[in-house]
């Protein structure tokens, strides 16, 4: 492996700690501050579960963002991650209010413009959709578990000091949730920009267990945000108190109602469960805990009425969420110079150029998908670098509509993929079926140009590879199997790539 | 020897029980010895009942200060610490008066006219049920801060109700033909009974804020 790889990941390890000193106060701020929990334990249990959620459980956040923007060069990653972590330090020393989350959704937008791809509307909508709707989940469990836990306290009237030790205890248990949902979640934000240049491979551990690429990955970052944390006693003596006096219980209540909101963005086990029963599932994006804390907050004030909202500090709400508009500006700016500078200045390749070609064979498989025959004949031929400079070529009189465009990007990008033997046996035993793993060994030594024809050459091999017609009921069944073919792509693009 | 974190809130449950028991105990014992004194004067019936006072005081005194170096020390309750030694404390200062009052009346003897014992009886009875209602009280604190108020209204219910009989005591004796050092001495020892009641209605009214601040 290149060490100069562990230059550009330094850049991700400057934004891991900076989301550990700032992010992870969010976690046990509250506690910490309303010295329920002395600094040493709160940070102690934090980093351990920060790595634990990072590894094991930020798989299903980290994509959120490559559906943003695939960073797909190095340079460009560290540019991106430093961009982030530069805007989400130099705001936090002038006492601004900042989100890592934003920091970086601004980073990526930047490069995709520096980078001339195209940002997907949808997702980006989406993650802006976020940005309210965790705060107003955040607020309505707060309001709920307020409510039960003071019902259950006037129920069964604990006494003060038994109240006090189970709140301690509590606060202890619903903190390592919270940091583990946050390490799950918000690893995204800290390696998501390097998952499609990650220079690490599959590791088996003693014959024990694989260690996969994406999980060291998501180790060192881990470690990073876990560093970050000792260094975050200032912001969490400072969060529990900036918005409104909070009580132990009231603490404790944020604390659950915060790591619920990072849960239910980050874990593809709900998603599974909502969606197997025909629910409408949450998109699993990284979200910002600093959003999720003060909606918490505030729905604990709304509880109390009149009372309660008077006691909120609005003003400092108002800093707050002017910090969540300019944050993703100012580092989208950075980001766009600085990738310039590294581009002209240092000579580093900061995007590499995909390619976009609707050919014969493209068209023909775009038919099959319902986009008109006409059109796709009439737009034949179209080639483009970058996906911004190819949707331009496609718009041209308007005949297609904004979601056969996308349609038409994705099945035309150039995305050579060649099935290494040596690879296929290295493939994670957990992660795709027996079935699975056996079509991806027939298909051995032979190359494609496109995903989608891998992923039809898969189909034919077996059901575990075939996407079912989008009802509520195969919902989960079409997303394991889009997750599943994101793996083997990278897996063997990857290979590709290097051997070249 | 370290005790598991479940024993020790038991322990410190216990001594905070306990000490509302001694402010209770020591209510009663204050009534007891009073009317005691007021009918037969200051003989030895209430000798053993002031040093049975004297000794609920200390205990107060070593549980408070027991409570109060555990709080410190394991840094509990840090929200409401500040609110339950300063309680803790007033409540002291209610035991004190009461040790205080009897103690008085054993030192300088005073002689009340016949026809005030029931008033003074009736005095002491309803003094007594004022610091039994503010132990309540402060025992409700600790489980139940939303119904301290209940308690409380009952507090400074005898706290009027004592300066009634107070007032009407004082009157009385003023209006008898006692010389007026012995008038002066006798209101003395009326106010110092009815001084326990201000003393618990001042702790009371501290009591109500702080079970505001408890309150979910």
């Not at chain 1, 000193?21 to 509250?30: P, W």
């Not at chain 1, 009439?378 to 349609?407: H, K, M, Q, V």
Request: glycine letters at 8%; aromatic letters at 8%.
């Amino acid at each position: 492996m290149n060490p100069v790889i562990f230059i550009f990941l330094s850049s991700g390890l400057f934004l891991g700690w900076s989301l550990g000193a700032n992010d992870a106060a969010n976690v046990f701020g509250t506690a910490v501050g309303s010295r329920m929990l002395r600094f040493r334990t709160a940070a102690l249990t934090c980093s351990v579960f920060v790595v634990l959620g990072a590894v094991f459980g930020g798989s299903g956040a980290a994509h959120g963002l490559g559906a943003l923007g695939a960073v797909n060069a190095l340079p460009g990653a560290f540019m991106v991650a430093l961009s982030a972590a530069v805007t989400v330090y130099a705001m936090t020393k002038l006492g601004l209010p900042v989100s890592t989350t934003q920091a970086i959704v601004g980073a990526i937008l930047g490069w995709n413009v520096f980078s001339a791809s195209v940002t997907d509307e949808r997702v980006l909508t989406k993650i802006v959709g976020t940005w309210i709707a965790c705060p107003v989940l955040a607020a309505v469990f707060s309001a709920v578990l307020y409510m039960v836990v003071a019902g259950i306290l006037r129920w069964r009237k604990p006494h003060m000091i038994r109240l006090d030790m189970f709140t301690r205890f509590g606060l202890i248990l619903a903190g390592a949730f919270g940091a583990y949902s946050l390490g799950a979640n918000n690893i995204g934000n800290v390696m998501g920009v390097f998952i499609v240049s990650s220079p690490f491979r599959d590791v088996n551990v003693g014959g024990v267990f694989t260690l996969r690429g994406i999980e060291q990955l998501f180790l060192l970052g881990g470690l990073a945000i876990a560093v970050g944390v000792f260094y975050s006693r200032r912001v969490m003596m400072t969060v529990g108190e900036s918005i409104m006096t909070m009580s132990p219980i009231g603490a404790w209540v944020v604390v659950v109602a915060q790591s619920l909101v990072l849960f239910v963005f980050s874990s593809r086990w709900l998603e599974h469960v909502l969606l197997s029963h025909g629910l409408p599932a949450l998109p699993l994006i990284p979200v910002s805990s600093s959003q999720a804390v003060v909606g918490a907050v505030i729905g604990i004030g709304l509880c109390h009425g009149i009372r309660g909202a008077a006691q909120i500090r609005w003003l400092v709400l108002l800093r707050i969420g002017s910090g969540w508009v300019t944050t993703p500006v100012i580092s989208s700016l950075i980001c766009y110079v600085m990738l310039f500078v590294l581009q002209n200045v240092f000579q580093q390749q900061v995007c590499e150029e995909v390619r976009y070609e609707l050919s014969p064979e493209v068209a023909t498989h775009l038919a099959t998908r319902n986009i008109p025959i006409t059109a796709l004949r009439e737009r034949e031929g179209t080639r483009a670098a970058g996906s911004a400079r190819f949707r331009r070529l496609l718009r041209g009189e308007g005949d297609f509509t904004p979601r056969e465009i996308e349609a038409v990007i994705e099945a035309s990008e150039i995305a050579p993929i060649r099935i290494d033997p040596k690879r296929v046996v290295a493939l994670d035993q957990r992660a795709l079926s027996d079935p699975q793993l056996q079509a991806v060994a027939t298909l051995a030594r032979r190359s494609f140009l496109h995903h989608w024809q891998f992923a039809l050459a898969l189909a034919e091999q077996t059901e575990d590879w075939r996407f079912r017609p989008d009802t509520r009921d195969n919902r989960a069944h079409n997303r394991a199997v889009r997750a599943d073919l994101d793996y083997v792509c990278r897996v063997f693009r990857g290979v590709l790539l290097s051997e070249e | 020897m370290k005790t598991s974190p479940f024993k020790r809130t038991h322990l410190i449950e216990d001594q905070i029980d306990e000490y509302l028991d001694k402010l209770s105990e020591a209510g009663m014992l204050f009534e007891t010895g009073f009317c005691r004194y007021v009918t037969h004067g200051a003989d030895e019936n209430v000798e053993i009942t002031f040093d049975q006072l004297s000794i609920a005081e200390s205990r107060a005194d070593e549980l408070r200060r027991e409570i109060e170096r555990v709080l410190y020390a394991e840094m509990l309750l840090p929200e409401a610490r500040s609110d339950v030694l300063t309680l803790l404390d007033e409540l002291d200062d209610v035991v004190d008066e009461l040790k205080h009052s009897l103690q008085g009346f054993l030192i300088e003897h005073p002689v009340f006219p016949e026809d005030t014992h029931e008033d003074l009886r009736e005095l002491a009875g309803v003094v007594a049920q004022c610091v039994e209602e503010l132990s309540i009280a402060s025992r409700t604190y600790f489980r139940d801060p939303n119904a301290v108020r209940d308690r409380l209204h009952k507090v400074n219910f005898h706290e009027s109700e004592a300066d009634r009989i107070a007032i009407r005591v004082s009157r009385h004796v003023f209006d008898s033909d006692l010389p007026l050092e012995q008038k002066r001495h006798l209101r003395a020892g009326i106010m110092s009974v009815d001084h326990i009641a201000d003393e618990a209605q001042d702790v009371a009214d501290r009591l109500a804020i702080f079970a505001v601040k408890r309150r979910l």
